[in-house]
């Protein structure tokens, strides 16, 4: 589904990404650990094209999808919730859910995915004229996925969804996101909470200094001693 | 409760506005021009500064660049009907260029590079006589004449006497309108969401596919245009222009009175530019104090309320309307 290969890339001349390479398969949830400064968020933001690719490829169905804009890979069927707050506040849910489609001329089709993605989440229906500040946490990272859904994506980049959450609405959003696994939607997702995300992701892959340190399926990661010491601020190649 | 409808209170407010110069004399004719060109100012600036969170302080040269297209324009023989859209245009494309430099500073540099500009305009005005008639400025500038409606003579209407400048009252307000209703579609349209996505934080609105280098250039133009088409009006207004009835304390006016109405409010800057331009009119009775009693106030009002005069009117209407049900969506703790 989505092949990641030697990328290097970063902010200006601050290189983050050292050669980062992994691959995802469809329909799976990945999720992407390591200690802070390792490169997360920033290859969400390469594979997106927000962010500067100095070497490397990156494919997205056997597609070089490499240095393409974010409003082309949305077009290829790649959305992207950063990480934080996301939402218009003082815009109704309706209306921020309307800007997930803002770059489709077909406004009528809007309006009908908004209908079906509500219908997925009941809770927005209900509150489809609240503004999305008066949502709780939970409800405004639900209304976050749903907004990502709007244009029936293939791949979710999803950066910690379960910041700022309480345990109960985090469990609530992975089971979003393993729903959306379900369907056919191809999940990658940035995670502080590796112990949660692991559980239930079908694959983890751990990052330090811009490179891929381990990629396997997620139940070896989370039975792997390695990558809880690494959380404790050990190094690798240290640790082996 | 029976609620009133919103265009219910827009219709009154139309209605009013018609009335108002009725049996006035010029002056307040004059006064009541000046209100809405630079309400129509000020709207633009609140989608450049309000909406779309990019602040400039150069709307006072926009006003100068649409008021002198029109001006030389209308004094070559040109009709006002056309040189309007020209100094529109004009503006709309200026305006389009000092967007550029928005897309690489921001906040108070991009305040700065904005002052600049407006400092240079001045200066081209005051420095290029050969076009812009230099300190001098341009004078005696037509009124339009609408052929049924000639902005420049006395006529009556329906055996109501109005004077030249009542019906430049009725110009200004006719425009004002059709721009408002511009304005009020573009907010509610899509890009008007847009561009509270983009104010919100550029790169977000970037994860949704939004061109945020266009929506800004976009927020600059249509604002910048704004101010030409109050510039427009102002030439045959006033029929006297100079580079300094432009400077930047013109600028800051506007960004007054989209402050003090309410940055990002539909409404705020018609009520912050009656602060700006008739308040200190209201006040003039206290002589001398006038002006310590104006800013006495914006003061007060600023402290109170950040947000503007819409900012307290949305804390007056937050106080007397019931509070919603709290959260009935969560009894059973969240859920979601």
Redesign the interface.
Known sequence: MLEVKEVYGGYGKVVILNGVSFKIPQASITTVIGPNGAGKSTVFKAIFGLLDIHAGQILLEGKDVTRLTPREMIGRGVTYVPQGRNLVPQLSVYHNLELGGITVKDQAMVRDRIEVVMDQFPALRQHRDRKAIELSGGQQKQLEVARALLLDPKLILIDEPSIGLSPNLVQEVFRTLMRLRDQGVTILMVEQNAKAALAMSDYGLVLELGQTRMHDRAEKLLADPRVGRLFLGGHIEEIQ | MAIIPKWAFILVGIVLLVLAPIGQGNYVALILCSWLMYTIAAMGLNLTLGYAGQISLAQGSFMAIGAYITALLTLSGVHWLVAMPLAVLGCFIVGLLVGFPALRVKGHFLAFVTLAFNTLVVLVLRNEDWLTGGSYGKSNMPRPDFWLFNTGTKSTFLSIPLSSNQKMYYLCLAVFIVFALLMYGLIRS?WG??F??LR??P??A??????TRRLTLLAFAIGSAAGGLAGALVSPVVQYIEPNSFALQHSLRILLMVVVGGS?FFFGPMLGAAVVILLPEFLRFTEGYYLIIYSGLVIVLMVYSPSGLMGVGSRIVAAVRPKRVA?T??KE????
Request: no cysteine; glycine share 18%; net charge neutral.
């Open positions: 899509p969401r847009a509270k996505g919100e934080n790169i977000r970037e994860s949704l596919g939004l061109d990002g959260r969506d969560m703790g969240a859920q979601l």
